[in-house]
Nanobody
Framework: QVQLVESGGGVVQAGGSLRLSCTAS????????MYWYRQAPGKQRELVAS???????SYEEPAKGRFTISRDNAKNTMSLQMNSLKLEDTGVYYC????????????WGRGTQVTVSS
């Protein structure tokens, strides 16, 4: 059973920085894509950024230029460095992993709260 555990959330003032981490265990993590999603109060969960095991990175528009996603395949960890945080970055941030070759799977972590205050 794959498990994902997020950490690093907290309360930060607008303009500040936070670094989120996701630790994966219990599975085979080669040939996977890992994701950061977030969900703001009253809104749907949205993609923030993704990174493949080969290192291909993609950012959604709100994250471009401010967030940096990284991954350590040897340690089965993923991080999201968030700089220049804005009030609208507030939400629960979720780590996800998807594997499209056998064994196929998709899992989510339980999330970590990020609150950006004025």
């Amino acid at each position: 059973q794959v498990q994902l555990v997020e950490s690093g959330g907290g309360v930060v003032q607008a303009g500040g920085s936070l670094r989120l981490s996701c630790t994966a265990s219990g599975g085979t993590f080669g040939a996977t894509t890992m994701y950061w999603y977030r969900q703001a109060p009253g809104k749907q969960r949205e993609l923030v950024a993704s990174i493949t095991s080969g290192g291909t990175i993609s950012y959604e528009e709100p994250a471009k230029g401010r967030f940096t996603i990284s991954r350590d395949n040897a340690k089965n960890t993923m991080s999201l460095q968030m700089n220049s945080l804005k009030l609208e970055d507030t939400g629960v941030y979720y780590c996800g992993v998807r594997r499209l070759v056998t064994p196929v799977y998709r899992y989510w972590g339980r999330g970590t709260q990020v609150t950006v205050s004025s």
